[in-house]
């Protein structure tokens, strides 16, 4: 029975500990979904400019994590003796690729709207 007890304060602590998440913090991430960024109560009290500056923010920020990520990866030590790290350079790059795209698909959406 203590060792429930210990348990749910345990929980309950970390709970408390846990910070949620922020608009803010979400665009620093590189989280430029719209699906997501709407469930954000502040996502709707900023106007359309400031939600595509948020969303292109967002972008640099993914786009900037990944080219990092990408040059790590390729400077590891004997990259050359380590096929699976080219497999990962080529899923960064498929990433990559995928914000280029959304990136030009936001553009058009979001002309319309402003």
Known sequence: MDGEIGELIKRSTLKRKRKEITLQKAIEMGEYEIA?????????????????????QAIKNRRRFLELNWAETFNLLDFSKKPELADALKNIERQLEKCRKDEERLRVEWAAKM
């Open 36 to 56: 997501y960024l709407s469930t954000f109560p502040e996502w709707q009290k900023v106007t359309t400019i400031m939600q595509w500056q948020m969303i292109i």
